[in-house]
């Protein structure tokens, strides 16, 4: 699960640095505001790969799945890329979990075996 997640983090973190990009063309946004919060949420996306397997780290990955989708309000293409991101991050914790029972009963019968 972790592998799964993480990679889905990294993309995050460069979408969140381009939707800076983007949302620094408003006017009504200074440029100090536009990247302390971006850079805000790409540090916790690679904090996040650390901790996901810790308790409240995939938690703490919905919230900044919510947050991406409400960061639409002002980049209009983020409530889209968000739901994308918010579905990668459904299936890498779902496929990512089921990967992990099949390694433990894999184990589990090795260790029977043996």
């Given at each position: 699960?972790?592998?799964?997640?993480?990679?889905?983090?990294?993309?995050?973190?460069?979408?969140i640095?381009?939707?800076?990009?983007?949302?620094?063309?408003?006017?009504?946004?200074?440029?100090?505001?536009?990247?302390?919060?971006?850079?805000?949420?790409?540090?916790?996306?690679?904090?996040?790969?650390?901790?996901?397997?810790?308790?409240?780290?995939?938690?703490?990955?919905?919230?900044?799945?919510?947050?991406?989708?409400?960061?639409?309000?002002?980049?209009?293409?983020?409530?889209?890329?968000?739901?994308?991101?918010?579905?990668?991050?459904?299936a890498?914790?779902?496929?990512?979990?089921?990967?992990?029972?099949?390694?433990?009963?894999?184990?589990?019968?090795?260790?029977?075996?043996?």
């Amino acid at each position: 699960m972790r592998t799964l997640c993480a990679s889905t983090l990294i993309g995050e973190f460069f979408v969140i640095g381009f939707a800076g990009l983007v949302a620094m063309k408003d006017p009504d946004l200074s440029m100090t505001t536009v990247w302390t919060v971006s850079g805000i949420a790409m540090v916790l996306c690679l904090l996040l790969c650390g901790v996901i397997t810790r308790p409240g780290g995939i938690q703490l990955g919905w919230a900044l799945q919510i947050a991406l989708i409400a960061s639409g309000v002002v980049v209009p293409v983020m409530f889209f890329l968000g739901a994308v991101f918010a579905a990668l991050w459904w299936a890498s914790v779902h496929y990512g979990r089921k990967v992990e029972e099949a390694k433990a009963r894999f184990a589990a019968q090795a260790g029977a075996e043996g």
